[in-house]
């Protein structure tokens, strides 16, 4: 539930995922479950490489782990399964990846080969996807007509719920944006806020642009139907240094009121220039959204640096929402296991990159930034790698109990 208290960065919990959604998800799974036979197929279906968030490199070695502990925990239902990894490497809008898996799972279930095994023995097939929620909408329908079961480990749109339409989608998201989008529905309500501004930061090159995607195409489709509030979607580049002045003179004239989808560094930017165009009387309010997947915002820059004096003051009117926290001492083995797998199996190594960035960071301010910003992913966890990693165990060790 959202807290109504309003204090100075408030966290606010959005509601979670409801029971009987859980429940009904799980009622699949044991139904599929009885269906199992010696052959497990996972598939794995991803678009995107190279990103320290959400790459196939990333988000493929949780997906391993996860497969290697299932064998541990339950060896004659994993004593004889497969793996097909179809991966496309490059950077890509969930426009694009929606395109590329959709063609790809396809054309594998076109050919002869891929399919020989299923015509002589019956196995069931595991579609793993870290794909955006409008991916897997349209994984979701190509699933219910194949019979096969799709796990999305990062897609978190209302509609995936709809157990008419996807029978055989489990979305086990960890981050569920869905529920930002209800929990700021609730907010606006809350005090009577009939209109707001909703900012999306564009820049094309931003490590975070599929994260500000989603997310504001979440909350698009949370206030389309919304007739007693009114949204204005503002054009905002962090590329381009006079796009932050720009936005906020026209998000004067519409709302007091802001929700603005950015990095952590451009949140800090936003703010400064908010200030200078005298938006820290009180008369205004700024909802940053959490779109990290590392620690969610515990690497916002003013936790640990001295906060310059025209930032403080408009402190008291900025609000993040972010999910609850997650007790990483607990999967501490697991998590290096992913690392360890990443860096072995699909050499991706986090402090590379960090490294890269900080040799030329005297002189360029970007890769002073990059450098930052590196140096806080390799430190810290990322919540959509173990997402995947859990949600497939989750679907294992719930599956796998009738059959041994």
Request: net charge neutral; charged share 20%.
């Amino acid at each position: 539930m959202c807290k109504a208290i309003m204090k100075p960065l408030l966290r606010l919990s959005p509601a979670q995922v409801p029971l009987l959604i859980i429940a009904a998800n799980l009622s699949i799974m044991m139904t599929l479950s009885m269906t199992i036979l010696p052959r497990v197929h996972m598939i794995m279906m991803m678009a995107g490489s190279r990103n320290h968030r959400l790459g196939y490199e990333v988000v493929g070695s949780a997906y391993d782990v996860a497969l290697n502990r299932s064998a541990q925990l339950y060896p004659k239902v994993f004593g004889n399964y497969s793996v097909t990894r179809y991966f496309t490497p490059g950077t890509f809008t969930c426009a694009d990846a929606n395109a590329i898996t959709t063609v790809g799972l396809s054309t594998l279930y076109a050919d002869d080969s891929f399919n020989a095994f299923a015509v002589n023995s019956k196995e069931i097939r595991i579609v793993l996807s870290p794909g955006c929620s409008f991916e897997t909408v349209t994984l979701g329908d190509f699933a219910r007509e194949e019979n096969v079961l799709v796990l999305a480990s990062t897609a978190s749109l209302d509609l995936l719920n709809n157990k008419k339409r996807f029978p055989t989608l489990l979305p086990l998201a960890s981050t569920s944006y869905n529920n930002v989008g209800l929990a700021l529905l609730k907010l606006l309500r809350l005090y009577k806020w009939n209109a707001f501004n909703l900012v999306c930061d564009s820049n094309a090159k931003d490590p975070q642009r599929l994260a500000m995607e989603v997310s504001c195409g979440v909350l698009r489709d949370t206030f389309k139907d919304v007739r007693d509030i009114s949204m204005l979607a503002l054009p905002f580049d962090s590329s381009n240094n006079d796009s932050a002045g720009a936005m906020l003179r026209l998000a004067k004239t519409h709302s007091s009121v802001s929700i603005i989808a950015s990095l952590p560094e451009i949140y800090k930017h936003i703010l400064v220039a908010a200030y200078t165009l005298g938006m820290a009387n009180g008369d205004y309010v700024f909802y940053l959204l959490p779109l990290t997947a590392f620690e969610q915002f515990e690497e916002m820059p003013w936790n640990r640096e001295k906060v310059p004096t025209n930032l403080l003051r408009i402190l008291p009117f900025a609000f993040v929402l972010a999910f609850d926290e997650i007790k990483w001492d607990a999967v501490t083995g697991e998590v290096e296991q992913m690392r360890n797998r990443s860096r072995q199996a699909y050499n991706w190594t986090i402090s590379e990159e960090y490294k890269v960035h900080c040799r030329r960071s005297n002189n360029d301010w970007c890769d002073r930034v990059a450098c930052d910003f590196s140096k806080r992913i390799f430190l810290q966890h990322n919540v959509l790698q173990l997402a995947a990693y859990e949600s497939l165990l989750m679907l294992v060790e719930v599956g796998s109990p009738s059959l041994g």
